[in-house]
Structure formats: structure tokens, C-alpha cells
Antibody, heavy 121, light 110 residues
Framework: QLQLQQSGPGLVKPSETLSLTCTVSGGSISSTTYYWGWIRQPPGKGLEWIGNIRYSGRTYWNPSLKSRVTISVDTSKNQFSLKLSSVTAADTAVYYC?????????????WGQGTLVTVSS | QSVLTQPPSASGTPGQRVSISCSGSSSNVGSNSVNWYQQLPGTAPKLLMYSTTVRPSGVPDRFSGSKSGTSASLAISGLQSEDEADYYCAAWDDSLNGAVFGGGTKLTVL
């Protein structure tokens, strides 16, 4: 059974960079079948797609986040990571990593447990 | 402001049938399949329906999905207390080249 385990700090200072890692077990992140993505959910609000990385290594992100997003993969550790730079209080949210199928509606079929990241000094 | 539009709340009594709507545009719901997620309090979303009408293994057949044009619906028949949760629709958006979500619907079982 595939599992995604998230790690990273729960508190980030304004203007600094948020960094989260998602470690995949029960399957290979090198698979050419899937995308690996990040979604966030501000407290009490809905879900927002942040971006994903495809098996080609190419990344795509939500234009609303402009160029602040970096998503990378470390195949040796079977994990992928998110970096969000120049954070503000508006970036406070629960961040989820997830596997995304590139077909049949491109669903997020496996999710990490979520990490609450608070942006505060 | 979410790209897909859902009613903020829905409710029903045990055994009833309820439906949750999801409205989008030609670049997302109108041209791609719709997925639905169920989120219980304090937990990560769970895939409930994909490719508009397909239930992942383990999801009861009380849940069904449909789509017409730029609108989609999730129906729950034989409502049970454990169905009380937030439900989100989502779709691939060809203009964004990414996923878009609805704002979520809080389902209350009275």
C-alpha cells in the first residue's frame, strides 16, 4: 500500500522560505506513470493546487503563486519536496503532498497526512 | 475565490438522498472529467469519485457521480451519519494546466 509521509517545520517567519518533504513508501517515485504534487488548505477554507512535478522532471505550478514555488524530486531517497519563497501570513495553511494519476480525470489518489505551516514572526 | 462553484452547505436525514452540485467552465468541467473528495474533520481529503463516475475500491455504491456540460453532481443515497463531512469537486483545467477545486460543501446529517 502506497504511503506518503510529510516532514518539515510548522512555523516559518515572514519573507523566509517554506520547505516541506514528502517521502513515498510502498512504491517508486521514479515511476513514469504518475505526477507528484502539492495542495494546500488555509484554515477553514477550501483546497488550492500548488503544483506538481511530472516524470519528465518538468514542474507546473499555480500561476497565483507566480515564481515562488519550487518542486523537486530526490529519487535516491524516494521523496519529493516543496519550497515556497517569500512567505506571508496568507501562506498559512495545511499543506498536503499527493500522488496524481495522469489519466481518468487526473485525480489525487494518495495523500500525505498534512502539515500545518504557520507564517509568523 | 474557488474556480469551481459548490454550495457551501447541504443536509439530509438518515436514509435520504442528497445531491451536491459543482459548476465550472469550458476549460475544466466542460472538457474534462470531474473528481470528488471527502474530507472528514482533521483528516486529509480522500478520493471518493474519479473520472466523473468511477468509485475507487472501498467506496460504497451509495455514492454516484454525473456531469452535464459545465456542471457536475455527486449524489449520496441512503444517507448515513458517517457521511457527514466536507465534499470537494475538482477537475483538470486546460488553461491552467493544473487542477482546480471547488470551495467545498459541508454535508450535515440531521
Amino acid at each position: 500500500q502506497l504511503q506518503l509521509q510529510q516532514s518539515g517545520p510548522g512555523l516559518v517567519k515572514p519573507s523566509e522560505t517554506l520547505s516541506l518533504t514528502c517521502t513515498v513508501s510502498g512504491g517508486s517515485i521514479s515511476s513514469t506513470t504518475y505526477y507528484w504534487g502539492w495542495i494546500r488548505q488555509p484554515p477553514g477554507k477550501g483546497l488550492e493546487w500548488i503544483g506538481n512535478i511530472r516524470y519528465s522532471g518538468r514542474t507546473y505550478w499555480n500561476p497565483s503563486l507566480k515564481s515562488r514555488v519550487t518542486i523537486s524530486v530526490d529519487t535516491s531517497k524516494n521523496q519529493f519536496s516543496l519550497k515556497l519563497s517569500s512567505v506571508t501570513a496568507a501562506d498559512t495553511a495545511v499543506y498536503y503532498c499527493a500522488r496524481q494519476r495522469p489519466d481518468y480525470g487526473v485525480p489525487f489518489d494518495y495523500w500525505g497526512q498534512g502539515t500545518l505551516v504557520t507564517v509568523s514572526s | 475565490q474557488s474556480v469551481l462553484t459548490q454550495p457551501p452547505s447541504a443536509s439530509g436525514t438518515p436514509g435520504q438522498r442528497v445531491s451536491i452540485s459543482c459548476s465550472g467552465s469550458s476549460s475544466n468541467v466542460g472538457s474534462n472529467s470531474v473528481n470528488w473528495y471527502q474530507q472528514l474533520p482533521g483528516t486529509a481529503p480522500k478520493l471518493l469519485m474519479y473520472s466523473t463516475t468511477v468509485r475507487p475500491s472501498g467506496v460504497p455504491d451509495r455514492f454516484s457521480g454525473s456531469k452535464s456540460g459545465t456542471s457536475a453532481s455527486l449524489a449520496i443515497s441512503g444517507l448515513q451519519s458517517e457521511d457527514e463531512a466536507d465534499y470537494y469537486c475538482a477537475a483538470w483545467d486546460d488553461s491552467l494546466n493544473g487542477a482546480v477545486f471547488g470551495g467545498g460543501t459541508k454535508l450535515t446529517v440531521l
